[in-house]
């Protein structure tokens, strides 16, 4: 079946230091990628999405790259700010995107 | 522009008492809904999904159930509630395709 394993955290890093979470999946098909972004208190944002392999998602200095020969899609960001602590999730669908699939989320701490 | 709303925002509730969430989306025809359930620090678990009026899809067998009403509105509810229905409840919908899913704001319940 259809499963998202990415780090547990939390990770706690200091302002302008490198970011990367892991993120890998287990599918039976060919399935769109996506990492979720979560602020204290509020629902889940998307933050990047990439559907088919090779694919890079990027947006306010993220990126993520399907990689379907390691079957990951692991975020990255070269220089964190404290505002971007929150908790990250990374998902999948299925291809007819009636079902999505979580990991269990990775909580990001910047220190100023 | 579409919007989505859930609430109450936050709940407390005695074990036993019923529950009513509620969601409304704007903007959109015909689109799938999803309700959430996020226990403290932990992932997303799907509870119901539904592709349309009156059909609702089941994922984890338990104390709660949906309805759909109307195109746009998706209800989670319970008859008695147990301690272990407190956590942070997350709405959200999305057509085919693109398929990413946009979230509500979320109804955070405590069950006492």
């Known amino acids: 079946g259809n499963s998202v394993t990415q780090m547990e955290g939390p990770v706690t890093l200091s302002e302008e230091a490198f970011l990367t979470i892991n993120c890998t999946y287990t599918?039976?098909?060919?399935?769109?990628l996506f990492w979720y972004v979560q602020y204290p208190g509020e629902g889940l944002q998307l933050l990047l999405k990439?559907?088919?392999?090779?694919d890079k998602g990027s947006n306010k200095g993220f990126e993520a790259t399907y990689r379907k020969e390691t079957t990951s899609f692991h975020l990255e960001k070269g220089s964190v700010q404290v505002s971007d602590s929150a908790v990250y999730f990374c998902a999948l669908s299925e291809y007819n995107f009636n079902k999505f699939y979580f990991g269990s989320g990775t909580k990001l701490n910047v220190k100023p | 522009s579409q919007t989505i709303h859930q609430w109450p925002a936050t709940l407390v509730q005695p074990v036993g008492s019923p529950l009513s969430l509620e969601c409304t989306v704007e903007g959109t025809s015909n689109p799938n809904l999803y309700w959430y359930r996020q226990a403290a620090g932990r992932g997303l678990q799907l509870l119901f999904y539904s592709v349309g009026i009156g059909q609702i899809s089941s994922e984890v067998p338990q104390n709660l159930s949906a309805s759909r009403p109307q195109d746009r509105q998706f209800i989670l509810s319970s008859k008695k509630l147990l301690l272990s229905d407190s956590g942070f409840y997350l709405c959200?919908?999305?057509?085919?395709?693109?398929?990413?899913?946009?979230f509500g704001e979320g109804s955070r319940l405590t069950v006492l």
């Open positions: 599918a039976t098909g060919y399935p769109s």
């Open positions: 959200a919908w999305n057509r085919d395709p693109p398929g990413e899913l946009f």
């Open positions: 990439a559907t088919k392999a090779d």
